[in-house]
């Protein structure tokens, strides 16, 4: 298997479940990302790691966790979310920090909070 | 105020009909412009970087130009297949060198 792969692709949850979002690379790349893609807006940003720092967009609310366990996994941590959290969320991997950061993207997991 | 723009936000052609989509940007530094198609459904796919003014990269039906404010994407005699949105983005200090996209333009190429 080549690329970025997301699970699940689809995911529909209630405001009180608990859920997690997984993303696998397998590019070698150094550095991984989450975006949040809503509809007629920018892809945003939400965490990065690189070489095991982390950067996160400060504007994202504590109901989203992520985890990376290496440089080839990781994983959005959902609890308590809101219906204005549905969205499509984006997985990216690059090379990683001084280099070109052309991003390479997973299918993305449809999140839809009822 | 966004710091990458893209317009127009929809453009409808006809096959054959040849046209551009355009990306400008505020921020100062620039190390990167990029450009991505997204297909319904999944994520974006990296098309070309643009590293400095004057820059041109080509790919099939798609030519992108870039200007010290701006870029292009140059769509010429479009099919059917290059329906799909068109995303821009920036790469600068100011962002930690963190791509920052734009909202993108959503070709429909009629047949």
Not at chain 2, 15 to 24: A, D, F, R, T, W
Request: hydrophobic fraction near 30%.
């Amino acid at each position: 298997e080549t690329g970025v792969t997301q699970t699940p692709r689809h995911l529909v949850m209630g405001m009180t479940n608990k859920k997690s979002l997984k993303c696998e690379q397998h590019l070698g790349h150094n550095a991984m990302y989450w975006y949040k893609q809503s509809a007629k807006k920018p892809l945003e940003l939400m965490f990065v790691y690189s070489l095991e720092e982390r950067v996160e967009n400060n504007s994202v609310p504590s109901r989203f966790s992520p985890e990376c366990p290496n440089s080839s996994h990781l994983f959005l941590h959902l609890h308590t979310l809101q219906p204005e959290d549905s969205a499509l969320y984006l997985c990216a991997s690059s090379q990683g920090p001084g280099t070109d950061e052309k991003l390479f993207f997973g299918s993305g997991t449809q999140l839809s909070v009822l | 105020e966004d710091q990458v723009t893209q317009s127009p936000e929809a453009l409808r052609l006809q096959e054959g009909e040849s046209s551009s989509l355009n990306c400008s940007y505020t921020v100062s530094g620039l190390r990167g412009l990029f450009w991505y198609r997204q297909d319904p459904g999944k994520g974006p796919e990296f098309l070309f970087t643009l590293y400095s003014a004057g820059e041109e990269k080509e790919k099939e039906r798609l030519k992108a130009t870039l200007t010290k404010k701006e870029s292009f994407l140059h769509i010429t005699a479009p099919k059917p297949e290059d329906s799909a949105t068109y995303l821009c983005a920036v790469q600068h200090p100011g962002g930690s060198y963190i791509p920052t996209f734009g909202r993108g333009t959503s070709l429909i190429v009629h047949p």
